[in-house]
T-cell receptor, first 112, second 115 residues
């Protein structure tokens, strides 16, 4: 069955540095991959979607890469700010039924 | 982006009672909505797929008679937790995709506490 893994440990970085989060998957070839942000007690908020034929996607300070050979996506936040502190979830498309397969999430703390 | 509104944001109920959670798509029509449950420090666990005009599709291990889903219109899906027990206490979240290959929009979530 499909398996998706994210950095299991919380990531602590200093303000201004670049945060890099990892999402690895096995036994699957998703057509696209998505990244979401979730704050405590809130629903996830969509950040970026990258398709299988795209290597990289950017949005303001965010960058996502998608390596279908390594079966890995990297999520970068440049010039990080304390307001970026949250849990970041990786999700793969579940096929044409529009279900998503979710990772456990990585908690990011940006220290001032 | 599109807006999905979920209500209530939190609810406390007595064991044995039923609780209804509403999920509305405010500015688009959603033929499909998804209901998730999330325990502390855990990822989203899909419970069921709500289909407008037809029966919901439940994931393995989810009791359909306990978690009643109704998708009566293109903008509203409801999840009713029947005969709630303390182990049903969790964070319930709905989502609606606008189409294939697009992002999902989530409600604010409902914190259910059964005492």
């Amino acid at each position: 069955s499909q398996k998706i893994e994210q950095n299991s440990e919380a990531l602590n970085i200093q303000e201004g540095k670049t945060a890099t989060l990892t999402c690895n998957y096995t036994n699957y070839s998703p057509a696209y991959l998505q990244w979401y942000r979730q704050d405590p007690g809130r629903g996830p908020v969509f950040l970026l979607l990258i398709r299988e034929n795209e290597k990289e996607k950017r949005k303001e300070r965010l960058k996502v890469t998608f390596d279908t050979t390594l079966k890995q996506s990297l999520f970068h936040i440049t010039a990080s700010q304390p307001a970026d502190s949250a849990t970041y979830l990786c999700a793969l498309d579940g096929g044409n039924n529009r279900k998503l397969i979710w990772g456990l999430g990585t908690s990011l703390a940006v220290n001032p | 982006g599109a807006v999905v509104s979920q209500h209530p944001s939190w609810v406390i109920c007595k064991s044995g009672t039923s609780v209804k959670i509403e999920c509305r798509s405010l500015d688009f029509q959603a033929t499909t909505m998804f209901w998730y449950r999330q325990f502390p420090k855990q990822s989203l666990m899909l419970m069921a797929t709500s289909n407008e005009g037809s029966k919901a599709t439940y994931e393995q291990g989810v009791e359909k008679d306990k978690f009643l889903i109704n998708h009566a219109s293109l903008t509203l899906s409801t999840l009713t937790v029947t005969s709630a027990h303390p182990e049903d206490s969790s964070f319930y979240i709905c989502s609606a995709p606008q189409g294939a290959f697009t992002e999902a929009f989530f409600g604010q979530g409902t914190r259910l506490t059964v005492v």
